[in-house]
């Protein structure tokens, strides 16, 4: 191999190290082209992105209120208006993010795909929500009971304050608030108060077996007679309930509004006790009666104290 070849070989080498060298500095230069011409338009489509989102949000909200008002210049019920905003308040939020996605140039359809195996997953992990999302809709479609309705199930009673998307909140005569889960509510009996207008008061008073039933019976009919609760087109009823140890129970009966119901409940108690006073005849009350018989025949020892 000749000088002249030799050179050449060793300007290759030199020409083939300049471009390892500049190789990276190219790529750089090709990114920093790239940031410089499409940055101003990818910060645009952001900025442009959250001002969409940012204005969809407060339309939905508009037009959330817009419905409320709607439904309730209807007269829609309020236990379906409280389960049926939030519910369109949040599919009109995912038409706004879906837009937004698609405005960014996102794949849509795939944002869509990823949200329904999203909502899925969360489905199951969240089974028992679900169970009282569902038993939500029944209850609303059904309508077992509405918003101030007075309600009994499971042991908890009170007026219902509202329903919504998983659970039913119910406030009782003492102050409490409840919050019971939808499912249980709806796979469990349940006493309506409200429904019917008109509600039956019990008072269960006891009299003694020497009284006269009769007299009894007459007074305490004149009660509910007088009361101005009380429905005077339905039944009113005083009979014997039954024969106790030390009474005889009578079981008062008759019909009052429900909104009139605890106003009657201790009104009519009270009356039904000055009544009874006044007539001389007596409320017994459970007692013991002991007899001492004296044995003629036995000795007579007087008791003589020890010391």
Same mark, same amino acid.
């Given at each position: 191999?000749?000088?002249?070849?030799?050179?050449?070989?060793?300007?290759?080498?030199?020409?083939?190290?300049?471009?390892?060298?500049?190789?990276?500095?190219?790529?750089?230069?090709?990114?920093?082209?790239?940031?410089?011409?499409?940055?101003?338009?990818?910060?645009?489509?952001?900025?442009?992105?959250?001002?969409?989102?940012?204005?969809?949000?407060?339309?939905?909200?508009?037009?959330?209120?817009?419905?409320?008002?709607?439904?309730?210049?209807?007269?829609?019920?309020?236990?379906?208006?409280? %389960?049926?905003? #939030? !519910?369109? /308040?949040?599919?009109? *939020?995912?038409?706004?993010?879906?837009? +937004?996605?698609?405005?960014?140039?996102?794949?849509?359809?795939?944002?869509?795909?990823?949200?329904?195996?999203?909502?899925?997953?969360?489905?199951?992990?969240?089974?028992?929500?679900?169970?009282?999302?569902?038993?939500?809709?029944?209850?609303?479609?059904?309508?077992?009971?509405?918003?101030?309705?007075?309600?009994?199930?499971?042991?908890?009673?009170?007026?219902?304050?509202?329903?919504?998307?998983?659970?039913?909140?119910?406030?009782?005569?003492?102050?409490?608030?409840?919050?019971?889960?939808?499912?249980?509510? %709806?796979?469990? #009996? !349940?006493? /309506?108060?409200?429904? *019917?207008?008109?509600?039956?008061?019990? +008072?269960?008073?006891?009299?003694?077996?020497?009284?006269?039933?009769?007299?009894?019976?007459?007074?305490?009919?004149?009660?509910?007679?007088?009361?101005?609760?009380?429905?005077?087109?339905?039944?009113?009823?005083?009979?014997?309930?039954?024969?106790?140890?030390?009474?005889?129970?009578?079981?008062?009966?008759?019909?009052?509004?429900?909104?009139?119901?605890?106003?009657?409940?201790?009104?009519?108690?009270?009356?039904?006790?000055?009544?009874?006073?006044?007539?001389?005849?007596?409320?017994?009350?459970?007692?013991?009666?002991?007899?001492?018989?004296? /044995?003629?025949?036995?000795?007579?020892?007087?008791?003589?104290?020890?010391?």
């Amino acid at each position: 191999m000749n000088k002249k070849e030799l050179v050449m070989q060793e300007n290759d080498k030199v020409d083939s190290l300049q471009d390892v060298i500049k190789a990276p500095f190219k790529d750089l230069e090709y990114i920093n082209n790239i940031i410089i011409t499409k940055g101003a338009e990818i910060g645009w489509s952001l900025v442009s992105a959250f001002l969409t989102l940012f204005i969809g949000f407060w339309i939905a909200g508009r037009l959330k209120r817009i419905i409320e008002r709607r439904m309730i210049a209807r007269n829609v019920d309020l236990s379906i208006r409280t %389960f049926l905003v #939030p !519910i369109i /308040n949040i599919i009109l *939020k995912l038409i706004v993010i879906v837009f +937004v996605v698609t405005r960014l140039g996102l794949n849509a359809s795939g944002f869509i795909a990823a949200l329904g195996g999203a909502g899925l997953a969360i489905g199951l992990a969240l089974q028992g929500s679900l169970s009282n999302f569902a038993a939500g809709i029944l209850i609303i479609l059904f309508k077992p009971f509405k918003v101030g309705d007075y309600i009994v199930s499971q042991g908890n009673e009170g007026t219902v304050e509202s329903i919504s998307l998983l659970n039913t909140v119910v406030s009782t005569v003492k102050g409490q608030v409840i919050t019971l889960p939808n499912a249980n509510l %709806f796979n469990n #009996p !349940i006493v /309506n108060y409200s429904i *019917k207008e008109y509600r039956r008061l019990d +008072v269960n008073i006891g009299i003694s077996y020497g009284d006269d039933f009769d007299k009894a019976q007459k007074v305490l009919l004149e009660v509910l007679i007088n009361n101005e609760y009380v429905d005077q087109n339905q039944s009113k009823t005083v009979e014997i309930l039954e024969f106790a140890a030390s009474s005889v129970n009578l079981a008062v009966r008759c019909y009052v509004k429900n909104s009139d119901y605890w106003t009657a409940y201790w009104q009519i108690y009270r009356q039904v006790k000055y009544t009874l006073d006044e007539n001389n005849i007596s409320i017994p009350y459970p007692h013991t009666e002991m007899i001492i018989k004296n /044995n003629n025949e036995s000795p007579n020892i007087p008791f003589e104290p020890r010391d």
